[in-house]
């Protein structure tokens, strides 16, 4: 590319200072305002002309910031589990090289296995199965509802989705409160410990109401690039909504659905939030993996560990996206 | 057989917008019918109406001996090919051509059966395993009509179909859909805003503007003897001469001169009456000397039509346009006078547009 515009350019060009200013200057009459600077740099090709070394410094500051912020930590969390350093003791001075050690203990402890467990349930039911049909349910019903219907819900949907972790927590705390909950309040039913008798099921459709907006927004994208030419046709030969969805409208969406629940699967096993509700309590009832390595290397202050932990969920987060990815491409 | 009969029929949306505006309308059985109108004049609607896609605001639909003004649209029995077709990108062409009958109930072996005789009816055997994206846009067009024909229905309804198809294919599917009407047999109702498809391939067709009628007939009527200007100026792939003129005694005032007026509508004018002289570039005739009763006109411009050219003269600030055979066209910047042939002058009413010969309150505009 280059090559075909330096002829003009030496044509036009005065000098090569005229670069960067040609296109505010006052002889910038189009004619040779743009191109000035493809030849400063001599044998680069790129379009802009600025050279390899420029254009790596545009790019260098990001890339520390990724370096000192992403890869970093990364490298640290692999090398720290492979030690037994502690946060306090003599540990947390000198760590010991222990090898696979952590790895192994995690493999036999049943804390971890119990973590592992429920985090499962919690994806299996808060996301798979909650956040998905929820969210394709409001959108499918929420397509022919009139514009301000759909607004209000949609908006409401969407609020669950933005507010901060910690105010939604608190609002659910006092939701869910023993004596003063509201939804005690609401049921009739005072002196229920919502928290402490179903914790899980508690933290499930928390998990479901506050996610719920992102499955919606998707699936009403999804169905809204369904044409309703092929609906309609499916109308006229008298298939009931039922059949419409099933023959017509879901195999539009499949790649979608797909997608979604990559997505929020990832999201809710790397999900924090419901220790600001129940901090994996009662009796560790609802200590899902990321809660579990907060109270093992935070709390209990071995780092190493949970930090051999961390990589061990980071390789089930890969094997779950390979596994959609897998049957993503088997739709194709 | 099966009788279309809108009666009444309004659609109006909200906002108060009539897209179809107390219409009334029989199409007999068998009949192959046109809706055509400029974009936004209700023909759409009107179709999706019939389909019952469409909820008609007052008025009924009957097909057949059927009231189907309330019923859905799967218990119409009828058929809808849409411009896009409409196929299933998921399902192979004979699941295309089947699903109607799967709705219905059919046993497997009867659906396939009738799919593979509606898929050879169309010349589509060879390609029944294959998905919509694996065919050509003609194919396309063929699998949505032989699913139609599949579940055979009262009544077609057609939304644009050849608007997809390239110019030469487009030609070939409508002599292609004609001939299929025919063969078959079934009533069939199409929408099109493209003039000549609509003379070429409808038994009779209504005109529509802003959500009314303006014109109901076949080809050669409504081409031939247009009830109203706007009708005259849709029609015809050459725009038919409106000349404003005014009654002078018994001749016309076109443009400052004195132009024949035709015996048959000499009653129907009184003197100094204005109105609008209506006659189509193909019934005109030009001489290169003057002609008493014709109109004398500057050749200004001459475009060429293939078997024929299109000459625009300008008489005073008017444009007349005729049509002469190829090879011969009069000189640019020539004199030039156009008569018309005989009984093929329109004489309108400049005030509401209807031919003068019209009854005055015909209550349209």
Redesign the interface.
């Known amino acids: 590319m280059a090559q075909t515009t330096s002829p003009a350019t030496e044509a036009t060009a005065p000098g090569e200072g005229v670069g960067a200013d040609g296109i505010d200057g006052p002889d910038g009459t189009g004619k040779g305002g743009r191109t000035p600077s493809d030849s400063a740099s001599g044998g680069e090709t790129d379009v802009v002309g600025l050279g390899k070394w420029r254009a790596s410094a545009f790019v260098a500051p990001a890339l520390i910031l990724v370096s000192i912020f992403l890869v970093f930590p990364a490298l640290w969390t692999i090398y720290i589990g492979i030690t037994n350093y502690r946060l306090t003791g003599i540990a947390a001075r000198a760590p010991e090289f222990v090898g696979f050690d952590n790895y192994v203990r995690a493999v036999g402890d049943a804390d971890f296995l119990n973590s592992l467990y429920l985090t499962l349930i919690f994806v299996l039911f808060s996301a798979v199965i909650g956040q998905n049909v929820l969210g394709f349910g409001l959108a499918w019903r929420l397509q022919n509802v009139q514009g301000w219907v759909r607004g209000l819900v949609q908006s409401l949907v969407l609020l669950a989705w933005i507010l901060p972790s910690s105010i939604v927590a608190f609002l659910w705390i006092a939701l869910l409160d023993r004596d003063s909950g509201t939804l005690n309040a609401l049921l009739g039913t005072p002196g229920l410990a919502w928290l402490i008798e179903y914790p899980m099921v508690s933290i499930i459709v928390f998990n479901i109401w506050r996610g719920t907006a992102f499955s919606m927004l998707l699936y009403s994208a999804a169905l809204a690039s369904v ?1 309703p ?2 609906l ?8 009931s909504r039922w ?1 419409t969805l099933r ?2 409208v879901f ?2 969406v499949r790649g979608h659905v797909l997608t979604n629940t990559l997505l929020i699967s990832l999201w809710t096993f790397n999900d924090f939030t419901p220790f600001l509700i129940t901090a994996g309590g009662p009796n560790d009832r609802t200590e899902i993996l990321p809660v579990y390595i907060y109270n093992t290397a935070i709390s209990g202050g071995q780092m190493g560990y949970g930090a051999a932990v961390s990589l061990i969920m980071l390789l089930i987060n890969l094997i779950i996206a390979l596994f959609y990815i897998r049957l993503l491409r088997e739709r194709k | 057989m099966a009788q279309i009969d809108l009666v009444n029929l309004s659609k109006v949306y909200p906002g108060d917008v009539r897209a179809v505006d107390d219409l009334t309308l029989t199409i007999p059985d068998g009949e192959f019918f046109a809706l055509l109108g400029p974009s936004g004049c209700g023909k759409t609607t009107l179709l999706r109406t019939i ?3 469409e909820e008609a605001t007052s008025g009924s639909v009957r097909i057949g001996d059927r009231d189907v003004t309330r019923l ?4 119409r029995e ?3 090919v ?9 399902m192979t062409v004979v699941d295309n051509i089947s ?2 009958l799967k ?2 109930g059919l046993a497997k072996e009867d659906r396939l059966d009738r799919a593979v005789k509606a898929g050879d009816e169309l010349s589509l055997d060879g390609l029944m395993e294959r998905r919509p994206s694996e065919l050509s846009g003609g194919q396309q067009q063929r699998v949505a009509l032989a699913r139609a024909i599949a ?1 055979h229905p009262q009544v077609f309804l057609f939304d644009e179909p050849l608007s997809n198809l390239d110019a030469r294919l487009r030609l070939e599917a409508r002599t292609f859909l004609k001939r299929l009407q025919r063969d078959l047999g079934v009533t069939t109702v199409f929408v099109t805003h493209d003039q000549a498809e609509a003379l070429a391939m409808a038994d009779r067709m209504a005109v529509m503007q802003s959500g009314r009628i303006r014109q109901v007939g076949t080809a050669r009527e409504v081409f031939q003897h247009p009830v109203n200007t706007f009708v005259a100026n849709f029609i015809g792939s050459t725009p038919m001469n409106l000349l404003d003129a005014s009654v002078r005694g018994d001749a016309l005032d076109v443009a400052g001169q004195r132009v024949d007026l035709p015996e048959d509508v000499r009653r129907h004018v009184t003197d100094g009456q204005e109105v609008v002289v209506g006659v189509r570039p193909e019934y005109l005739t030009v001489s290169s000397s003057a002609v008493d009763g014709g109109l004398q006109g500057v050749v200004a411009i001459v475009e060429n039509l293939g078997t024929a050219a299109l000459v625009t003269l300008e008489a005073d600030d008017l444009s007349v346009a005729v049509t002469v055979p190829d090879g011969e066209e009069p000189p640019i910047g020539a004199d030039a006078w156009v008569t018309p042939v005989p009984g093929r002058v329109l004489i309108y009413r400049r005030e509401d547009g209807e031919l003068v010969d019209a009854p005055v309150a015909a209550a349209v505009g």
């Open positions: 044409p030419s092929q309609e046709t499916a109308t006229l030969v008298g298939a059949q023959d017509i195999p539009h | 389909a019952g896609l859905p649209p799967g218990k009828l058929a809808m849409f411009q896009d077709y409409a196929l299933f990108p998921h699903y109607p709705i219905k579940t």
